[in-house]
Nanobody, 124 residues
Framework: QVQLVESGGRQVHVGESLTLSCSVS????????VGWFRQSPGKYREFVAA????????AHANSVAGRFAISRDRAKNTVLLQMNSLKIEDTAVYFC?????????????????WGRGTQVTVSS
């Protein structure tokens, strides 16, 4: 089992930047896929980005490509989500999730372990 704790969410204005952090603990030596998802009221849980723990291969949703960047620091057991040029529609609770194996995935059902989420609010 993997434990995940998100941090860094807060209120920002349109166009500003924000970095979310996901602290990862537990069994990581066999590889993990770590993803960021987001959910706003009345909407489905949306894939944002993912990265493989060992190889560091990233993937980003089309809706955030060019604005968001996922990275991981294995020494600090952390996955970061750098968010630039934030828009009002980026407002959501952002969740960090992990799946077994050093593989990517964009479907939330592929992920076994989840953090509790961190709120990001973008206002005009």
């Amino acid at each position: 089992q993997v434990q995940l704790v998100e941090s860094g969410g807060r209120q920002v204005h349109v166009g500003e930047s924000l970095t979310l952090s996901c602290s990862v603990s537990g069994h990581t030596s066999s590889g993990l896929g770590v993803g960021w998802f987001r959910q706003s009221p009345g909407k489905y849980r949306e894939f944002v980005a993912a990265i493989t723990w060992i190889s560091g291969a990233p993937a980003h949703a089309n809706s955030v490509a060019g604005r968001f960047a996922i990275s991981r620091d294995r020494a600090k057991n952390t996955v970061l989500l750098q968010m630039n040029s934030l828009k009002i529609e980026d407002t959501a609770v952002y969740f960090c999730a992990a799946r077994r194996g050093d593989v990517l995935g964009s479907n939330y059902r592929q992920y076994e372990d989840w953090g509790r989420g961190t709120q990001v609010t973008v206002s005009s």
